[in-house]
């Protein structure tokens, strides 16, 4: 997989710049708080010869070298001090509910970055991306609010559970629960919807075709076994390394 580039870390950056309460950070600070953010991992973590920067910190540090903010316009320095301008907090903001749903999903760091560069060259040429979202407990409350992310989202996870229903219900992917078994028809239906690698909706593309695309990078969960992939939020479980979990210790049906 190659390696973190200075176009993914524009976004995460001007993100922590907005948050600061000056709109500035020096290298120094960027560096740091993009490794909370971001949490890489793999080669991107591989110290450099003779250096005291990793891969990471280096591509950081070229952000000013190479003048990367000052040639879209987003940011600029002073001294030492990178400060978002107009052009970027605009960028921020048009883009802000895709930085979010890569941030707070936990994807694994080379899908993170694929994400990351998905929105960075879509955006360099004007071309529109729209994301999903997986819905669980706050999606009560989302139906309140007819946002456009929550429709899209909604559609994916109906069109998720029917294309993976079996008999008229639905099971988690790895342990095999039922909610209807367990709890009745109160339960029908219901499951979680896993994003396994990011999904974005390109707006000359119909929703249909996205979503059944999109149907080999889901899978349904139930709320445990959801919330046990998600639980390190710095390394959140593969498929696999949940199932050999359940295997070595769960106690549940097969069917």
Same mark, same amino acid.
């Given at each position: 997989?190659?390696? !973190?580039?200075? *176009? #993914?870390?524009?976004?995460?950056?001007?993100?922590?710049?907005?948050?600061?309460?000056?709109?500035?950070? +020096?290298?120094?600070?960027? !560096?740091?708080?993009?490794?909370?953010?971001?949490?890489?991992?793999?080669?991107?973590?591989?110290?450099?010869?003779?250096?005291?920067?990793? %891969?990471?910190?280096?591509?950081?540090?070229?952000?000013? =070298?190479?003048?990367?903010?000052?040639?879209?316009?987003?940011?600029?320095?002073? *001294?030492?001090?990178?400060?978002?301008?107009?052009? /970027?907090?605009?960028?921020?903001?048009?883009?802000?509910?895709?930085?979010?749903?890569?941030?707070?999903?936990?994807?694994?760091?080379?899908?993170?970055?694929? /994400?990351? $560069?998905?929105?960075?060259?879509?955006? =360099?040429?004007?071309?529109?991306?729209?994301?999903?979202?997986?819905?669980?407990? #706050?999606?009560?409350?989302?139906?309140?609010?007819?946002?456009?992310?929550?429709?899209?989202?909604?559609?994916?996870?109906?069109?998720?559970?029917?294309?993976?229903?079996? *008999?008229?219900?639905?099971?988690?992917?790895?342990?095999?629960? =039922?909610?209807? #078994?367990?709890?009745?028809?109160?339960?029908?239906?219901?499951?979680?919807? %896993? &994003?396994?690698?990011?999904?974005?909706?390109?707006?000359? $593309?119909?929703?249909?075709? +996205?979503?059944?695309?999109?149907? =080999?990078?889901?899978?349904?969960?139930?709320?445990?076994? &959801?919330?046990?992939? &998600?639980?390190?939020?710095?390394?959140?479980?593969?498929?696999?390394?949940?199932?050999?979990?359940?295997?070595?210790? /769960?106690?549940? *049906?097969?069917?």
């Amino acid at each position: 997989m190659t390696r !973190i580039s200075e *176009n #993914q870390l524009i976004l995460p950056a001007l993100f922590l710049m907005d948050l600061s309460p000056t709109k500035g950070l +020096t290298t120094a600070e960027l !560096i740091p708080n993009l490794r909370e953010l971001l949490k890489p991992s793999g080669e991107d973590l591989r110290p450099l010869d003779n250096r005291s920067d990793d %891969h990471f910190s280096q591509k950081v540090r070229n952000l000013k =070298s190479h003048n990367t903010f000052e040639k879209y316009g987003y940011a600029k320095y002073n *001294n030492k001090v990178v400060t978002i301008t107009m052009s /970027g907090k605009r960028f921020l903001e048009e883009n802000m509910d895709k930085l979010k749903y890569l941030l707070i999903n936990d994807f694994k760091w080379d899908d993170l970055k694929d /994400g990351l $560069e998905t929105v960075q060259s879509t955006s =360099s040429i004007k071309r529109k991306i729209e994301v999903f979202d997986e819905l669980t407990v #706050q999606e009560g409350v989302k139906k309140f609010v007819e946002n456009e992310v929550f429709v899209r989202s909604s559609k994916l996870r109906e069109i998720a559970i029917e294309h993976y229903s079996k *008999n008229d219900d639905i099971y988690c992917d790895t342990c095999n629960f =039922s909610f209807k #078994q367990f709890y009745g028809n109160y339960g029908k239906g219901y499951i979680e919807i %896993h &994003h396994i690698k990011p999904i974005f909706k390109y707006g000359d $593309e119909e929703l249909e075709k +996205t979503i059944s695309d999109a149907l =080999s990078n889901v899978i349904p969960l139930c709320s445990n076994c &959801h919330r046990i992939i &998600h639980r390190n939020w710095r390394n959140p479980l593969e498929i696999a390394e949940l199932n050999e979990m359940i295997n070595k210790n /769960g106690i549940y *049906n097969r069917i």
